[in-house]
């Protein structure tokens, strides 16, 4: 399978050059999100209602979703509450982003590097190793939020998830947020998406806003 949506959003948070996460907290969110819609739309996994559904757990045949989808699914069938999407996000988010990562490392993508912060912290960096995969990336999202292009389904669902997460620097680095954020605004309130991805586009955006106010609140508290 091509580069999921989690492992694009990590991509282009992280710096190619010194491999530090830009925007790390976001990141994490939209890589949680960007996978669960690639589940949506490769079939097993539906999002309705702000709630998250499992109807096929056979594994797609991509290690890094089949993870998820196995993670998902017997976190469904644990839990005896309703399966919110907020929820599934705050539980997934920061083993989902090592885990997709990992992935990036095992593409050839980006290498890890560790050292130890003031000679004691262990800190990790994944520095760029081969661009093109973010290279085409970035000219496909200059194309649709830049140029006016018609988007896919993958691209209006990056592009939804790139703006609910204000995440407009890290893939317009160098270009204020008021040029690009109503072009993406308008790409994900937008018909390119069937009816389904569409409604789990605009239930995950509800709930990365919901879950990333609960943090700022948290954090300010």
Not at 6 to 30: H, P, V
């Amino acid at each position: 399978m091509a580069v999921s949506l989690g492992e694009e959003i990590m991509l282009l948070s992280l710096d190619d050059a010194s491999g530090a996460a830009k925007g790390e907290g976001a990141a994490r969110w939209g890589v949680a999100a960007g996978m669960l819609l690639e589940l949506v739309m490769a079939g097993p996994v539906t999002v309705k209602g702000g709630c998250v559904e499992v109807f096929d757990p056979t594994p797609i045949g991509d290690a890094l979703l089949d993870g998820r989808l196995d993670r998902l699914t017997r976190w469904v069938h644990e839990t005896s509450t309703t399966r919110k999407v907020t929820a599934w996000l705050t539980r997934d988010h920061a083993k989902g982003s090592q885990d997709v990562v990992d992935s990036l490392v095992a593409r050839g993508l980006v290498t890890e590097e560790k050292h130890r912060a003031l000679g004691v912290f262990p800190v990790r960096r994944y520095p760029e190793a081969d661009g093109s995969v973010e290279r085409e990336l970035r000219a496909r999202l200059a194309a649709v939020v830049l140029d006016g292009a018609e988007p896919d389904a993958r691209t209006t669902a990056l592009v939804a998830l790139l703006h609910a997460t204000g995440m407009h620097p890290q893939a317009f680095p160098g270009l204020p947020r008021k040029r690009v954020a109503p072009r993406m605004a308008e790409i994900a309130d937008g018909h390119w998406a069937g009816v389904s991805v569409r409604e789990a586009i605009r239930n995950v955006q509800a709930a990365i806003s919901a879950v990333t106010v609960v943090t700022v609140l948290s954090v300010g508290s």
